[in-house]
């Protein structure tokens, strides 16, 4: 890779990081978006999506309702950052790779985003199975923090090995 393509790119994952930044609240929203259409998928119990408040709303027609803010906190947003960076570092140097590096930083990204929706997922299940006060406590502090470590782990070793991975001869 020539110096010019090495700048472009480079400097098109740093303004894709300050992106992510400045339009985190953007990103959260279409966050819960996700949210509440996989849930549609798994529930009959009634969501509802507040995008504008990055909230989605499910057991709508339970006994308990219950709803989900997703703070800046809770975004796979900042999960991304790293990925990024650590891509810059790989391809200034070893421009050469760069191809193979942007496959990595898609699929790693992927898998960060699912992760999330997952994490999601395993809350609103414990909701559902323990009530409020204890299945969020499960869900969020516990076993959702637990798959979100494990699935920024997995992420990032999947992104590594994608990416140093030696061609079939």
Known sequence: MTRFPLVAALSALAAAGV???????????LEVRLAGAILNLFTTSGVYVAPDRE??????TSATPFGLRMTPECSSAFLLLPL??????????RPSNARRLFFSLGIS??????????R???????????????GYYWGHTLLGSMVSV?????SIVLFVWLATRKKKA
Request: glycine share 10%; charged share 10%; aromatic share 14%.
């Open 109 to 118: 990204a992927l898998v960060v985003v699912l992760v999330n929706q997952l």
């Open 150 to 154: 494990f699935g920024g782990a997995v």
């Open 55 to 60: 909230s989605v709303y499910f057991g709508l």
């Open 120 to 134: 999601i997922l395993t809350i609103v299940g414990l909701v559902h199975g323990f009530g409020t006060d204890e």
């Open 84 to 93: 990024l960076v650590v891509t810059m570092a790989m391809l200034y140097f």
């Open 19 to 29: 992106v992510v930044v400045l339009a985190e609240r953007f990103y959260r929203e």
